[in-house]
């Protein structure tokens, strides 16, 4: 069995991916290109830490459309190397790190300088993932005829507030902080 550190040395760079992207490449360069760091001291306490993530995820996920580009600003800021895996490429690593026994994306694996996994965060930020339960509570049941017109109809909606609402950005960015520091950044 491959361990995390394996497939991270097989895998892409984020920027490979993000110019590769045969979905929501757009979508996901605008929120590369308009999200800013916030000025805090985050990045300063990842400098040095000697950590790298391995991202696994498919172009085609809305969530991972913006995610990925923030996790890009954060480690080109850090100086973090950061790969990227495609889940259905392998499902053998997803299936490690099924979240509620699913194979949710994106998911952002992060490995120390000696090869171990120190930690995980996604698919989404708590805030985002209430945003999405809110929406879905007003679905009919999935057995209704209207059930995958209103599926849909959220999927275009969200992939609007994804690729242009900072506040959503912001969540992310946060609740990856938080767990860096929860995992990684101990004095």
């Known amino acids: 069995m491959k361990t995390e550190e394996q497939y991270f040395q097989e895998g892409i760079t984020l920027q490979q991916y993000m110019s590769q992207m045969s979905k929501l490449q757009e979508e ?53 190397e950061a790969r990227v895996v495609m ?41 985002v993932q209430q945003l999405v339960d809110d929406y879905r509570d007003s679905f009919p049941p999935k057995d209704d005829p209207n059930f995958e017109t209103k599926q849909k109809e959220m999927i275009k909606i969200l992939t609007k507030r994804y690729s242009e609402d ?6 992310v960015y946060d609740s990856i902080k938080v767990t860096l520091h929860n995992i990684s950044i101990k004095k």
């Open 28 to 80: 996901s360069f605008n929120v590369y290109e308009n999200f800013q760091l916030p000025n805090d001291s985050l990045v300063e306490e990842l400098k040095g830490q000697s950590l790298h993530f391995l991202i696994i995820t498919e172009d085609w996920c809305g969530d991972a459309m913006m995610i990925n580009p923030i996790i890009r600003h954060l480690a080109e800021a850090a100086d973090i």
């Open 87 to 127: 889940r259905d490429d392998d499902p053998n690593l997803i299936d490690r790190h099924l979240t509620n026994g699913g194979r949710a994306i994106p998911i952002v694996l992060i490995i120390n300088d000696e090869g171990v996994l120190v930690g995980k965060w996604g698919p989404r930020a708590p805030e």
């Open 166 to 171: 900072s506040t959503l950005w912001n969540y």
